[in-house]
């Protein structure tokens, strides 16, 4: 079965420090999909991005990056030069191409970032 | 603009009240999703429907039901509601295909008394 987990439930880093959010997860399928998504204050789930099994390359997106390691099973987030915005709380999230008819997205447990200004 | 809509937002009820959450999106998704989200739970899928009458139990599918008579909507519904189901509620929504990521609604936040 299909796990993922979060091991950080909250983080607090002063703002301008870098913080990474780490995602391990577990699957027996070779071709899965992983997924971070950002919930706000205001509660609403975004999606930030999505990497399938077969890309290994890391993923930079401004002062967000990824790295995905299959070695490990990881799927870390780093935030670089954080600000007030980026607190929230962080889901990472899987889902297996086979999994017999329910394309289910599981999430992990999140994890709470808190900016300090 | 491409969206998931839920109604309502917020809703405080009593036990055994039934109470319907509307889910409809725009964007022609053929796959729709259910989930609850708990302190420290996460996410948990309750329903699924892979397309308009197919739809089947996820983890946490007690105390609701589910319909899908017509592609837009989905329908939550607590037939009758008990304290345990209070929880933030979200619809989902995606393309058919498990590299697709998920569009969510804004969220229910029921209170079941």
């Known amino acids: 079965a299909q796990k993922v987990t979060q091991a950080q439930t909250e983080i607090s880093v002063v703002e301008k420090e870098d913080v990474t959010l780490d995602c391990v997860y577990e699957t027996r399928d070779t071709t899965y999909y992983l997924f971070w998504y950002k919930q706000p204050p205001s509660g609403e789930l975004v999606f930030l991005i999505r990497r399938n099994s077969f890309d290994e390359q890391n993923e930079i997106s401004g002062r967000y990056s990824w790295n995905f390691q299959k070695s490990t099973s990881s799927f870390n987030f780093t935030i670089t030069a954080s600000q007030v915005v980026d607190s929230a709380v962080y889901f990472c999230a899987l889902s297996e191409a086979l999994n017999f008819g329910n394309e289910k997205l599981t999430f992990g447990t999140g994890t709470r970032l808190t900016i300090i200004p | 603009e491409a969206q998931v809509t839920q109604n309502p937002r917020y809703l405080i009820t009593v036990t055994g009240k039934k109470l319907t959450v509307t889910c409809s999106q725009n964007m022609n998704h053929e796959y729709m999703s259910w989930y609850r989200q708990d302190p420290g739970l996460g996410l948990r899928q309750i329903y699924y429907s892979m397309n308009v009458e197919v739809t089947d139990k996820g983890d946490v599918p007690e105390g609701y039901k589910v319909s899908r008579k017509e592609k837009r909507n989905f329908p939550l519904i607590l037939e009758s509601p008990s304290p345990n189901q209070t929880s933030l509620y979200f619809c989902?929504?995606?393309?058919?295909?498990?590299?697709?990521?998920?569009?969510f609604g804004p969220g229910t936040r029921l209170t079941v008394t």
């Open positions: 989902a929504s995606r393309l058919s295909g498990t590299a697709y990521e998920q569009y």
